[in-house]
């Protein structure tokens, strides 16, 4: 046993040397595992942390989501001294991920480690965030966080990501994320309360975090120089962002939280009041496989035995049979069939829900009230509910929720829903929110109506109430896409539950519109096409078909998907003539001169432009002519890039951009408009770039960060990797090689997570020319190179990307 530091305080164990810790890890001799040796002295922290007992929740912590812990927390010592040595001592790794499958204890560990072993006085600043509560996205808890840290709350999530992480680098503050598996797509449905981890094995993309700001906190979380603050991660599932090639980053630490010890069963049971000796209680535990939440159930069920009651004799009597997970299930069986109907009945209620429910509803909702208090205080002693004092909130274990909602028949999960949804259809909502909280009662309405199977009905009240606010107010893409893929069978782009036909298709286009905005136009891609087949079969439906053709094809040419795209947009095109909408035609040609611009015909891309922009400028469609606008300085902006037009092209292109600018923002004394931050966005961009190709540096680089600026403010990830890249030429034109790799890096990123092929061409070129002359590494240069070529090949000539083709043929011959 290593010695003990008689300097140690009782309350934590801060070194004041700097220690030479070991590795630490879960299993093995942890008593001796844990033993820290620094400058002449040692400080054992599993006996430091088994002496805590006294529980602190300061007020100056930000404990959001307290989690609702049960009665006598027991042993974990080991695990409790593993996090107390990574918080004071481990220098190298900000991120410390505690994975498990479910029921093993990951919330009330590390909820009693933060209680009782974070030393107060050390930790004045942290937060306690759970991804498991109704409110609790990503995007709440980067706002949310800002606010308990008197940060200014900068519009857009990018920019608070980044002022979250510029305080951390200044700050010491402990961020805990519960849940965080929440926070990836494979729990992203309305479902994911009913989640098991029987799911069958994950394509890799299900680990991707459904946010892209989160991909990034956490990958600059252990990336970025001088980050004072810590992360602890407890989650199912370990995000691919932290482990992108199977191997995790620098700065990130994982390890797996298993089996309570027999030792630590055996004194839980001894804390419950239940009597027997210690191999008793060993043979009870051990065909759970000294599972946490089923030993906390089968304590509860031994308890409240009528016969024998806290007589361990009573686990005998359950049927032993079968691999410990059908234990595990038997004795939650067993548990909820021992209940009385009206008890049943009550938490099966709760189980609808899809997270912790206030007293106030229960009393609303419930029909036994006069006994809800004793049911209530029934079913938490028997551990299978749990309460939250302080927000007077119950809770269900999602293992526990799960089965309590599955053992209600069909006919009583509809009449369950049906009075729920009218509970929610009761509760006054502005006609005009000012937060998404004031709509949630809507979307509960929303959810509750789905599961009586009324789908129509349900997407009916999304496309009156929630529409609009969601997309165009909030932007709350994410949120759109949990809600309406919760329309389609099992998963986004399978049959619609819907019988109407203008709600399939609509349902189809809707989600496709919202993945496109998140900067995943591959999956926005087949949902198009479904609508507009559906529309495609009654010609009522064709002025929906030019939209639906366009929106396709807008998400085709990023993707490379050329050939596809101006086949699309054509058939816009002899829609609009046939229908006779002039404005449709004009709008649709737009999209066919810009995929003419990518494929290398200049002139008649050019001569539609000036058709088109004729034809908007006389009707004084402000926004239309604006996207032409910047269409036509795209057009130049490419030309420029060839061989045939430099500095003419260049030119042109700052007086579009420049006209573009004044155009949105109202200053065009014959076309007066609105202020249009994505065209503002567009045109700045595009005045960065060409300034910059002048040599007027510091235009270019105001321009660059305005539009940066603008572009995450306002969530436009499909730009954001093109703005990148001319900031990373800046940085590199004026000699701060490093500042322009790393910038690029994150462009390359979001194109690969999103598809981006035509940017992820431009940015592997880039790439390419900085590790032929900054790294003189002619392998690394060709394999960027080459990624260049095939992402510009498109669908091959003539349907390339024909300018970044030629840079990438004349890079790979240079290297030859």
Same mark, same amino acid.
């Given at each position: 046993?290593?010695?003990?530091? $008689? ?27 844990? *033993? ?23 007020? +100056? ?26 918080? /004071? ?82 700050? @010491? ?11 990836? =797509?494979?729990? $992203? ?50 995000? =691919?962002?932290? @482990?992108?090639? !199977? ?47 089923? &030993? ?20 005998? @009597? ?40 206030? &007293? ?11 006994? &809800?208090?004793?049911?209530?205080? +029934? ?46 259809? $009761? ?31 349900? *997407? ?30 099992? /998963?986004?782009?399978?049959?619609? @539950? ?10 189809? $286009? ?27 079969? #009654? ?20 993707? !490379? ?21 002039? =404005? ?12 003419? *611009?990518? %494929?290398?015909?200049? &002139? ?65 004394? /014959? ?6 931050? %994505? ?15 002048? !040599? ?85 240069? #060709? ?18 990307? #024909? ?14």
């Amino acid at each position: 046993m290593a010695k003990k530091d $008689s300097s140690r305080k009782s309350k934590s164990a801060k070194l004041e040397a700097a220690p030479q810790s070991v590795d630490l890890s879960i299993g093995g001799d942890m008593k001796e595992s844990v *033993a820290i040796v620094g400058d002449n002295n040692v400080v054992n922290y599993y006996e430091a942390v088994s002496t805590n007992t006294e529980k602190h929740e300061p007020d +100056y912590w930000n404990l959001k989501h307290p989690y609702p812990m049960p009665p006598n927390f027991t042993g974990r010592v080991a695990e409790r001294a593993m996090l107390t040595q990574w918080l /004071n001592d481990d220098s190298e790794n900000r991120l410390f991920i505690l994975r498990a499958l479910g029921g093993f204890g990951k919330s009330a560990l590390t909820w009693h480690w933060l209680t009782h072993d974070v030393d107060i006085k050390e930790c004045p600043k942290v937060v306690f965030w759970s991804f498991y509560e109704g409110d609790t996205s990503f995007e709440n808890f980067i706002t949310e966080t800002l606010k308990y840290l008197k940060l200014e709350i900068l519009q857009g999530q990018r920019p608070q990501v980044d002022e979250l992480l510029k305080a951390m680098q200044s700050q @010491k503050i402990l961020i805990i994320m519960d849940g965080f598996e929440r926070a990836l =797509r494979a729990y $992203s449905s309305m479902n994911a309360a009913y989640q098991g981890d029987e799911e069958p094995k994950l394509e890799d993309n299900q680990l991707d975090c459904v946010n892209i700001n989160a991909e990034i906190f956490l990958k600059s979380v252990c990336s970025l120089p001088n980050i004072k603050s810590k992360v602890l991660m407890t989650t199912r599932l370990t995000p =691919r962002a932290v @482990k992108p090639r !199977g191997e995790f980053l620098q700065g990130c630490r994982e390890e797996e939280l298993t089996a309570m010890q027999k030792e630590d069963a055996v004194e839980f049971f001894r804390k419950q009041g239940i009597q027997g000796n210690r191999a008793e209680t060993e043979s009870a535990c051990a065909p759970y496989g000294y599972h946490p939440l089923s &030993l906390r159930i089968l304590a509860g069920l031994i308890l409240k035995d009528f016969e024998n009651p806290a007589d361990i004799a009573v686990a005998q @009597k359950l049927k032993i049979d079968g691999d410990i997970k059908q234990q595990q299930y038997h004795v939650l069986e067993v548990s909820y069939n021992s209940l009385l109907p009206h008890e049943q009945k009550l938490l099966s209620t709760i189980a609808c829900f899809r997270s912790a429910v206030e &007293l106030k509803t229960l009393k609303a909702v419930v029909e036994n009230k006069k006994s &809800l208090n004793d049911d209530l205080h +029934y079913l938490t002693e028997y551990g299978l509910l749990n309460f939250d004092k302080k927000n007077k909130r119950f809770e269900l274990h999602p293992i526990v929720r799960r089965y309590s909602y599955e053992s209600l028949t069909i006919a009583k999960k509809t009449k369950t829903h049906k009075h729920l949804a009218s509970y929610f259809d $009761s509760i006054n909502v502005p006609k005009y929110p000012e937060t998404l909280d004031e709509l949630i009662p809507i979307i509960e309405l929303y959810y509750h109506t789905l599961k009586t199977g009324e789908y129509d009905k349900a *997407a009916l009240i999304y496309h009156q109430f929630l529409m609009s606010p969601l997309f165009f107010q909030f932007s709350a893409y994410q949120l759109e896409i949990e809600l309406v893929s919760a329309l389609f069978t099992n /998963n986004p782009g399978k049959l619609s @539950k819907t019988k109407l036909v203008d709600f399939k298709a609509w349902a189809f $286009s809707e989600l496709g519109s919202a993945y496109s905005m998140i900067g995943q136009p591959r999956l926005a891609i087949p949902l198009f096409e479904k609508s507009n087949k559906i529309y495609s079969r #009654k010609s009522k439906y064709k002025p929906f078909m030019i939209t639906g053709f366009m929106n396709l094809a807008t998400q085709q040419i990023t993707t !490379g998907k050329l050939l596809a795209a101006e086949k699309n947009v054509r058939q816009s095109i002899d829609i609009s003539l046939e229908i006779e909408s002039e =404005r449709d035609r004009a709008a649709s040609s737009h999209e066919l001169a810009r995929i003419l *611009a990518y %494929r290398g015909i200049w &002139l008649d891309s050019k001569q539609i432009f000036i058709q088109t922009q004729k034809y908007f400028k006389n009707i004084k469609d402000i926004q239309s002519f604006c996207v032409g606008e910047l269409y036509r300085t795209t057009l130049y902006f490419l030309m420029a890039r060839s061989k045939q037009f430099t500095l003419q092209s260049v030119r042109l292109v700052i007086k579009s951009a420049q006209h573009v600018l004044k155009l949105a923002e109202g200053g065009d004394p /014959n076309l007066k408009g609105a202020i249009i931050p %994505r065209d503002l966005l567009d045109a700045n961009w595009l005045l960065g770039i060409s300034n910059l190709a002048m !040599g007027e540096l510091l235009s270019a680089k105001k321009y660059l960060n305005k539009a940066l600026s603008i572009c995450r403010s306002i969530n436009s990830v499909d730009i954001e990797a093109n703005i990148l890249l001319g900031l990373a030429s800046l940085f590199y034109t004026q000699g701060n090689f490093s500042e322009s790799f790393l910038i690029a890096d994150e462009a390359l990123t979001i194109t690969i997570r999103c598809g981006y092929v035509l940017q992820g061409a431009d940015v592997n070129l880039f790439l390419a020319q900085y590790a032929l002359e900054q790294e003189q590494d002619k392998v690394k240069a #060709k394999e960027y190179a080459e990624s260049a070529l095939k992402l510009a090949y498109c669908d091959g000539p003539p349907y390339y990307y #024909k300018v970044a083709y030629d840079e990438a043929e004349r890079m790979l011959e240079k290297l030859k």
